[in-house]
Every structure is written in structure tokens, then in C-alpha cells.
């Protein structure tokens, strides 16, 4: 499936990744699950704690935006996607 992915904050400094700006993403999948785990299989290892907690879990504070709407938790992850959205992806910082 093709998608546009965009990373804001923390995520934009992913170096494997040219996904600061509005950038169509080829990945196998239809959720957003899917499309964080082929994110997280470019990654370099010590870039993955910007997505996983120390159980390898993706970080609850994950937010989703999709064509401009937030998704809220704990559907973000399930939530189907179709070709040609706009998903944009941000960590909660404190």
C-alpha cells in the first residue's frame, strides 16, 4: 500500500528516513501498526526507543493523524488505512 507519511518532533530525526516532509511510504499492510512496523524495520537499533518501550511495545505516547484527524488511543493502531492518506505521526513530549 502507498501512503504519505510525515514525522513531526523527535521522529523527524529518524536518519534512515526522509519523512519530515510530506513523503509517499511502499510498505505491505493496511493499519497503522503495520505501517509503524515497517518504520521501525529501517530504523537503526538505537533509534527505536523514539517508537518502543523497554518491552518493545510502541509507546502509548504515540500520535496519530490521519488527512488531519487525530486518532485517539487505543483504536490508533488498528485503524485502517487506504492508499494515498496523509499520516502523520508525533511522540507526546513532557
Known amino acids: 500500500m502507498k501512503i504519505r507519511l510525515k514525522l513531526h518532533g523527535m521522529l523527524g530525526f529518524i536518519s534512515s528516513s526522509k519523512y519530515g516532509k510530506d513523503t509517499e511510504v511502499d510498505f505491505m499492510g493496511n493499519t497503522v501498526e ?13 533509534e527505536k526507543c523514539l517508537l518502543l518501550n523497554e518491552q518493545g511495545e510502541i509507546l502509548p505516547d504515540l500520535l496519530v493523524f490521519l488527512n488531519g484527524k487525530f486518532i ?13 492518506d496523509l499520516v502523520e505521526l508525533a511522540i507526546l513530549s513532557e
Open 72 to 84: 485517539p488511543a487505543p483504536d490508533q493502531l488498528s485503524h485502517s488505512l487506504a492508499t494515498s
Open 34 to 46: 503495520d505501517l509503524v512496523n515497517h518504520l521501525l524495520s529501517r530504523m537503526k537499533s538505537e
